[in-house]
C-alpha cells in the first residue's frame, strides 16, 4: 500500500502533523504552496476571503499524479472555516485519483467549520472515497489523542489497522 500525504502548512502546524503521519505509516510527503506567497495581511485578507470563495490558488507543483499511490491523505490549515486556497488548489491539481481512497484533515484554532465537508464533496467529484476525518483544533495539536485517531484513519485505510 502506497500513500501519498499531501498538505498545505501558512505556519507549519499541519506539516508537523503530516511529517508524524509519514513517521507513523510511512507515506510520501507531498507539500504544496500558493505560487504567490501570502504575507500575515494579506493571509487575513485575500487569502481569507479566496478561502470563503472557495477559490484554488495556482499552486507548486502545477500538477500532482497520484496514479502510482492506493492512498491519498490530504491536511489542510483552516482559513475563514474553510480550506485554504492552497489546498483547493491542490485538489483541482491531482491527477489519476479517480477509485482512490483517502483520509483528510484540518488543523485549526478553534473551529473547522465547514472545511472538511466542503473538501470531501470536492474529492468526491473527482471519484474519491473518503474513509477517514478529523479536525484538531489548536488545543488538541499537544495532545495525542487526535493524532492517533488520524493514524488510526491512515492505517485502518490501508489495511494495516
Ligand atoms: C489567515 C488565517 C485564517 C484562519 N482562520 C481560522 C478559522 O477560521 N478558524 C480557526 O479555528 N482557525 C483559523 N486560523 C488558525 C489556523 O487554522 C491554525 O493555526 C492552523 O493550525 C495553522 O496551520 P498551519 O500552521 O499549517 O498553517 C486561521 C489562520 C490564518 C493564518
Known amino acids: 500500500m502506497k500513500t501519498c500525504i499531501i498538505y498545505h502548512s501558512y505556519s507549519g502546524v499541519t506539516r ?3 511529517e508524524k503521519i509519514s513517521a507513523a505509516c510511512g507515506g510520501d510527503l507531498v507539500e504544496v504552496a500558493p505560487k504567490d506567497n501570502y504575507s500575515t495581511l494579506s493571509a487575513y485578507s485575500l487569502g481569507c476571503l479566496r478561502a470563503r470563495k472557495e477559490a484554488c490558488d495556482p499552486i507548486s507543483p502545477d500538477s500532482i499524479d497520484v496514479s502510482s499511490y492506493d492512498l491519498i491523505v490530504i491536511g489542510t490549515p483552516v482559513w475563514a472555516w474553510k480550506a ?15 477509485g482512490k481512497t483517502a483520509v483528510i484533515f484540518a488543523t485549526c484554532g478553534s473551529s473547522a467549520k465547514d472545511t472538511l465537508p466542503i473538501i470531501k ?3 468526491e467529484q473527482k471519484g474519491v472515497r473518503i474513509t477517514g476525518e478529523v ?12 493524532i492517533n485517531d488520524l493514524i488510526t484513519a491512515v492505517r485502518t485505510a490501508t489495511g494495516s489497522g
Do not use: D, Q, R
Open 121 to 123: 464533496s470536492k474529492l
Open 84 to 98: 485554504t486556497p492552497a489546498i483547493n488548489g491542490a485538489i483541482a491539481a491531482l491527477i489519476g485519483c479517480e
Open 135 to 146: 479536525v484538531l483544533s489548536k488545543s488538541e495539536i499537544s495532545k495525542n489523542e487526535k
Open 16 to 18: 508537523g502533523i503530516a
